[in-house]
């Protein structure tokens, strides 16, 4: 396979397009939180009450943003040790992007519905789809240095796609704890951002030898 990338598709527009994806996204969540409207609400002992109705909607907004907000953390620490793309690395962006995407739906009916087992099912679903196409991101670019930059320690790689396979399975276990009980399906799915979160703002061994990694040129 050719590792020159492809002409006129460079690194850094698939990191702009990914990007630009991840803004909208993180921005059309808030617009599920209903806001009250004037013909429902008489005073605000009323208002107060609906409100606090909102909590479902309010928690599953603060989850997702979280969990956006950690997807696109870790697609821009695996673009760092990345010096070019090709057809397939992109399309593998693409149905990552899919994925991701599809949030705001699933955000919304777990706001909504969230007592439902099948709405736990259908979020922790997209989730854990979302990081094994982030994983496979990083596995194909990374196998043999296929699009890598020169010097990627193998701890390194192998470091990451621990963290990343493990992401995914978190989810696939809220996947199945949620036909056990509801409840705790969705207390892994809201846990999981805030650990992955401290795991990220910590620093991590593995983040060292990164900064040894030379930048590639942003044209490549």
């Known amino acids: ?7 006129g598709l460079s690194k850094s527009r698939l990191e702009m397009l990914c990007d630009g994806i991840f803004a909208i996204v993180m921005t059309l969540l808030v617009l599920e939180i ?9 005073g605000d002992e009323q208002l107060a009450r609906r409100l606090l109705d909102m909590w479902p909607e309010v928690l599953s907004y603060a989850v997702s943003f979280a969990l956006l907000a950690s997807f696109w953390f870790a697609h821009h620490f695996e673009f760092s040790f990345f010096a070019r793309t090709d057809r397939r690395h992109i399309w593998i962006n693409i149905l990552f992007m899919l994925a991701i995407s599809f949030v705001p739906v699933s955000t919304a009916l777990l706001g909504q519905f969230y007592r439902y087992r099948l709405v736990v099912v259908v979020y922790a679903g997209n989730m854990a789809v979302a990081g094994l196409l982030l994983f496979w991101n990083w596995w194909y670019a990374t196998r043999g240095g296929r699009l890598t930059v ?5 701890r390194v790689r192998k470091a990451v796609s621990v963290r990343l396979l493990t992401y995914a399975m978190l989810f696939a276990l809220a996947m199945g704890l949620s036909w056990v009980s509801t409840a705790v ?4 799915c809201v846990a999981v951002p805030v650990v992955y979160i401290i795991m990220q703002v910590v620093p991590h061994g593995m983040d060292a030898p990164r900064e040894g990694v030379p930048e590639a040129p942003r044209g490549e």
Do not use: D, K, N, Y
């Open 185 to 188: 399906g969705l207390a892994v």
């Open 1 to 7: 396979m050719s590792t020159t990338g492809v002409p």
């Open 34 to 42: 209903g806001v009250p409207s004037h013909t429902e609400i008489h």
């Open 150 to 154: 020169e010097g990627v320690p193998e």
